[in-house]
């Protein structure tokens, strides 16, 4: 008996076996409504049982053949539980519960014919002996499963066939062959093809949903790229500033006039200041603060470079043994250089010290205030200050903090020591 079973639904158990495979296998991503085909493939499974008892039903209870009341009883099984294997893809796509109650009414009303069917079987469907007819209630449950394919069809294509146009002759087909095995069944040709078909169908749309999940994986994928790509850049113009370079290389076309040697030092300072940025944006670790503070220098080289400004640096550097991310303190001296300085000159003080649990680096100028500022000023430097902060947070959970003091405008580093320390 255990044998024929297999035998016969060798074709079903080998589908629902590759099914199950490939959501063990996927158990992790999140494909979709994933977590409803283990109904199906258990509701198929029962179908199937179902199927093999009564065509074995005679041999299993030889006493009381031909057993019209067991067959009619799995029979009415099979035409309740086949709709509601389509029926659980759909509760899940539709939008809200009153269309989830609306999309049931139809398997509510088939199981309610076919359980009428031991006492109105002349209208619904009969065994005598081993013969079987049909009457016009005993086709609800095609019916009802070719309304439940059809509606799955729309249901997904206006789910997922936005963006997955291509993808929707995948449910095209399955609705093809829902139709073929309702046609195949009520003409009953071919029967014991019908738990196979429909466990293809359920197959078919598992690979279906994957298929989408895998092209919105690879979108969300190459969103995020882009958005990487468009914050490296933002950065990238937020602290390379354009006229900053035009000055840099007008001041040193004039130093080569005047005195070649030190507009060789002067190009040597701004190979150094372009490598510092680039680093920068192209890797994620921490450098010692020595070596940004060699960032600074030619930085501050470049602008000492300019005899228009009279800009005086002080340093106090009481710490000078932890990292932090690259270009992170040069970009605070730039704005203060632009922004906090006024065009008689000034000074921009830079010390390190550290607390209990952090080291700290403060940048001091002599005090050009915010509402001093144009507009688009403002704008590049909060632009600025933000990645600043940004990538102190991501990079080493450091933190930026602005305010205002007697001489001018501070700006306060904050790197946490068991992060900060060097390795």
């Known amino acids: 008996m255990f044998l024929d079973f297999v035998s016969e639904n060798f074709m079903t158990f080998s589908i629902l076996f590759v099914l199950s495979a490939f959501l063990v296998a996927n158990r992790k991503a999140q494909i979709p409504y994933s977590e409803l085909f283990p109904i199906g493939i258990f509701m198929i499974a029962l179908i199937s049982l179902s199927s093999s008892m009564s065509e074995h039903i005679d041999s299993i209870f030889p ?16 035409y309740i539980v086949r709709p509601c294997i389509i029926l659980f893809e759909l509760l899940i796509i539709v939008p809200d519960i009153k269309h989830k109650f609306a999309v049931s009414i139809p398997a509510i009303i088939n199981a309610v014919i076919y359980l009428a069917t031991p006492f109105f079987g002349e209208y619904i469907f009969l065994y005598k002996g081993d013969s079987f007819r049909r009457d016009v209630l005993g086709y609800t449950t095609y019916v009802v499963l070719l309304f439940y394919v059809v509606l799955l069809f729309f249901c997904s294509v206006r789910r997922f066939g936005r963006q997955n146009t291509g993808k929707d002759i995948i449910v095209a087909v399955i609705v093809l062959l829902a139709v ?25 749309y598992y690979i279906y949903l994957a298929t ?27 602290q390379i500033q354009p006229h900053f370079i035009y000055n840099t290389l007008g001041v040193i076309r004039s130093l080569i006039r005047q005195d070649q040697r030190v507009a060789i030092r002067c190009i040597d300072n701004f190979a150094d200041y372009l490598k510092g940025h680039i680093r920068a944006i192209q890797s994620d670790e921490l450098i010692p603060i020595k070596k940004e503070m060699e960032n600074v220098q030619a930085y501050l080289a470049l602008v000492q470079a300019d005899h228009d400004l009279n800009v005086r640096i002080d340093y106090d550097l009481a710490e000078e043994d932890f990292k932090i991310p690259a270009l992170t303190l040069e970009p605070i001296v730039e704005n203060a250089i632009n922004h906090g300085i006024s065009g008689k000159g000034g000074f921009v003080e830079i010390k390190t010290f550290s607390r209990p649990d952090s080291f700290v680096i403060t940048v001091t100028d002599s005090g050009l205030k915010p509402e001093g500022l144009t507009e688009r000023e403002q704008e590049r430097l909060g632009v600025g200050l933000e990645n600043t902060r940004r990538r102190l947070a991501l990079q080493c959970g450091g933190s930026l903090g602005l305010k205002e003091v007697p001489r001018g405008t501070e700006a306060e580093i904050t790197i946490p020591k068991e992060r900060g320390k060097q390795k």
């Open 212 to 238: 989408i999940y895998q092209q919105e994986m690879k979108e969300s994928v190459t969103e995020k790229e882009l958005r990487i790509e468009q914050d490296t850049l933002k950065l990238l113009r937020a």
């Open 180 to 204: 073929f095995t309702a046609v195949l069944e009520l003409n009953n040709a071919e029967t014991d093809f019908v738990s196979p078909i429909t466990a293809l169908s359920i197959l078919t």
């Open 63 to 78: 006493d009381t053949a031909p057993n019209p009341e067991i067959r009619t009883a799995l029979a009415m099984f099979r």
